[in-house]
């Protein structure tokens, strides 16, 4: 067994993350002794310790740390794990996330948040599956509260549950009294028009959860191109 990690007794262990322009730099003392350094091209803090982790693995299979490290810095990341869309408009990051556990939606909202450097954090959220956001629906809602404005979807189920439709108004609760501003829209189009009032220069725009709301990172665009009413 090989360990990871930040403790003095981890095999392999994380010396530093620095902040880099699209992800970070990471060095890590190797259980040989030696010192190990690559870039993670995601920004965030899971993407650097998923990074340690493989070198890890690598390093109990044989390979050798150079090898190791040139592989990890030519890895351009997983589609829609923080992955930053091209063609920023008005000086608003469109980052798209893949997040539907609350721990994973609070991830990477940190994340976001470090991203935006000053900036205000915004979250357009299509929570899916109805028996998850039954169970987990509060939790959700405290998570999204990472983020300063929320734009909540209906919920999207590929399947009609045996139970009945679910609702947002019990994500909608928590988030508001977590402290961040809910917007309730209808569908994509009100969405992006809300999202695209909402932001300003230096802010993050995070699309985020398994469903349609992938696709909502070009329809934001075009809002952006074009006169909106302020948010209210």
Known sequence: MVTYGESTGADVRLLSAVPAAAGSTVTVLDLGGARASWTVRTPGRPAVLASVAAYAAGRALGEAP????????????VHRRMQTLPGARDGVRVVDSFAHHPTAIRADLTTARELAAGGRVIVAFE?????????LGTRMGAALAAADEVVLLPVRDAFAP????VGVDGIARATVAAGARVHQVAGLAEAAAVVAAAAG???????METGEV????????????RPVAAVV
Do not use: K, M, Y
Not at 127 to 135: A, F, S
Not at 162 to 165: K, L, S
Not at 201 to 207: K, L, N, S, Y
Not at 214 to 225: C, H, P, R, S, V
């Open 127 to 135: 929570p899916c599956g109805v028996p998850r956001v039954r169970v």
């Open 214 to 225: 992938a696709g909502l990172a070009t329809l934001i665009g075009q809002a952006l191109d």
């Open 201 to 207: 220069p230096g802010d993050v725009v995070v699309t």
């Open 162 to 165: 045996a139970a009945g439709p």
């Open 66 to 77: 150079e090898a190791l490290a040139v592989g990890l810095s030519g890895f351009a990341g």
